[in-house]
């Protein structure tokens, strides 16, 4: 039974009522056990005496006992002008926990891809909200479109055409709840008929969900400058690449090498798939343009705000060929969850009123000062230790003398360091670039490079308090030098 205040304001109130027993000692156990169960807590008002009364079809009287018996016991209490209420009694003892395996998370947390949850622009984001919930049309509030809000699509257009030289319009942009998600909708408009090639190193997550699509992955060797495109195989129906700065070994992509892998797509017909990680975070070097600024019909552009913002928001976009907008919507159908419409009103409003380029800038600086501590301190505790892949990006590659990962991850997570190899993010079947052969070896951005360092750390140096991060950079090299005898 379900009632409420006779006022229509108070709280609704459901007991089991027994079907056997008195009316008053089935009242009395139903809101004792009420109360018990945790469903009534203290300092809960109870219905007044006729209200509960009407609606349990018992007479007034009998609800007035019940009160009083439970008043006696000390379940509830009663005051003039204050109603019946749930009394404040002591928690029963609760159950002991059941151990687990899973250990403590280690306090220092330096792992990749994670950006400080107490940097997010609460302020800002408030006032964006506040200006767009105001500003929202009606129908704003109703079934999303899945092309996703035109105020953010329009908004989108103009920041990545003016920041990443991105070429698109607000209806080629499909707004999605992240990049993992933009390429599952990708996988299952491509299909598994033919292969991805993929970097050789690169997330193990993506790897995965393209092969549970069905699709087959091919690594392309990388080096310092970006993926190897010409070892892109021609029958190849994609490559998924990271051009702004390569994730995680670091660096653009070359520019012969952009220019060679739009040549692949023409030639082929194949698609290239750009994940635009890290494009707004660079300290060292020029804006790098996307590459789907030079050719929108060969490319995809994904991108986030899982970085810059947060990865609580589930906001992602894609930019997209023409011929694939339609296709790409019709696979995320039209009951997909989608990114929040209030979010994406909200961001909208971030991005046109400028507050978005402000808090990027502001933390470009502050991930840059980190870097540069980070790199700073290793070059004076672990010389030994080479840092790569720092021009950009939130986070740093740490290079080991071959045989030395599995110590040093063990050595710093003694001492409270959470952070990650570099051998789970290389593709199970790629090989090292061949070394140059002899005086007559090719030259240029396709001559065989620098392979990725065979052991080594990849750092984040976004996550943790400033409280905590001098601490954090003296448990990490002190882990490294013990791993490597320093």
Known sequence: ?????????????????????GRRAVLIAALREAVRGGRLAPGTRLPPYRSLAADLGIARNTVADAYAELVAEGWLTSRQGSGTRVADRVAAPAPRPVLTTAPPPLPYDLVQGKPDPAAFPRAAWLAAARRALTAAPHEAFGIGDPHGRIELRLALAEYLARVRGVRTTPDRIVVCSGAAHALRLLARVLGPAGPWAVEAYGLPFH????????????????????ARVAEIPDHARAVLLTPAHQFPTGGPLHPERRAGVLEWARASGGLVIEDDYDGEFRYDRRPVG???????????????????????????????????????????????????????????????????????????????????????LLAERVPAVRVTGIAAG????????????????????????????????????????????????????????????????????????????????????????????A
């Not at 409420?4 to 007991?15: K, R």
């Not at 030079?294 to 011929?323: F, H, N, Q, Y």
């Not at 409270?416 to 993010?425: I, Q």
Request: aromatic residues 2%.
């Open 1 to 21: 039974m379900t009632t409420a205040d006779g006022d229509g304001l108070g709280v609704d109130l459901h007991l089991e009522l027994s079907a056997a027993g």
């Open 207 to 226: 790897r995965g969900l393209l092969t549970e699509a069905g699709i087959t992955t091919l690594p392309v060797a990388v080096d310092e400058d970006g």
């Open 290 to 376: 996307a590459v789907q600024g030079l050719d929108p019909e060969r490319t995809v552009l994904i991108g986030s705000v899982s970085k810059s913002l947060s990865p609580a928001l589930r906001i992602g976009w894609m930019c997209l060929p023409s011929a694939l907008v339609d296709p790409v919507v019709a696979a995320k159908g039209r009951r997909e969850p989608y990114a929040s419409a209030t979010d994406q009103l909200t961001l909208a409003d971030l991005l046109a009123s400028g507050a978005y380029d402000q808090h990027v800038r502001r933390m470009r600086q502050r991930h840059r000062g980190r870097r540069d501590r980070l790199t700073a």
């Open 394 to 485: 939130l986070h740093a590659v740490l290079e080991l003398p071959a045989g030395t990962e599995a110590a040093a991850l063990a050595a710093t997570a003694r001492r409270g360091v959470a952070v990650e190899g570099l051998a789970p993010y290389r593709h199970p079947e790629a090989g090292d670039p061949p070394p140059p052969d002899g005086p007559d070896a090719p030259d240029g951005p396709d001559a065989p490079g620098s392979p990725a360092p065979p052991d080594g750390l990849v750092v984040g140096y976004a996550t943790p308090p400033e409280r905590l991060y001098p601490r954090a950079l003296q448990a990490l090299c002190e882990g490294l030098s013990e791993a490597l005898g």
